[in-house]
């Protein structure tokens, strides 16, 4: 007989173990217990990372190093992009489109939602 901590419930009010289909019983019950456990905070822990990225609805722009991000919040129609753009990424629901020329009127390059692109620099403008 094995002797064990009382955990309610669990064990026999004697707190003892007779068999081993008692004894596998309770460590399946202990097992799905951890793992349960485990799935909490590791769903909790998802979520909280996702908090601290950027509202959704915004297109934010990497320059350089030693500048800070460009965020465009809720960006409509052609925005210009700045001369020393490097990486786009769209962070709206919907497709984001970028091109060469300051105007948005040449072919550009569709960046979906979620996705970022690098852009030349002096690309020209971006719209969503």
């Known amino acids: ?4 901590p009382r955990l309610s419930g669990v064990l026999p009010e ?7 289909t008692e004894w596998e019983q309770y460590m399946r019950r202990t097992r799905i217990a951890l793992l349960a456990a485990a799935g909490a905070l590791l769903a909790a822990s998802a979520t909280a990372g996702t ?3 950027a509202e959704e609805g915004d297109v934010v722009v ?3 190093e030693l500048s800070p991000l460009t965020v465009y919040h809720a960006p ?10 490097h990486v786009l ?11 060469a020329d ?5 072919p ?21």
């Open 14 to 20: 004697n707190n003892q173990l007779n068999d081993a």
């Open 1 to 4: 007989m094995r002797e064990l």
């Open 108 to 128: 550009g390059l569709i960046v979906k939602p979620g996705y970022g692109s690098h852009v030349a620099p002096g690309s020209g403008s971006f719209s969503a």
């Open 51 to 53: 908090a601290v990225a």
């Open 62 to 64: 990497f320059r350089t």
């Open 76 to 85: 409509d129609g052609c925005q210009k992009l700045p001369p020393d753009a």
């Open 102 to 106: 300051p105007f948005c009127l040449t």
């Open 89 to 99: 990424a769209n962070r709206t629901d919907r497709p984001v489109t970028v091109y």
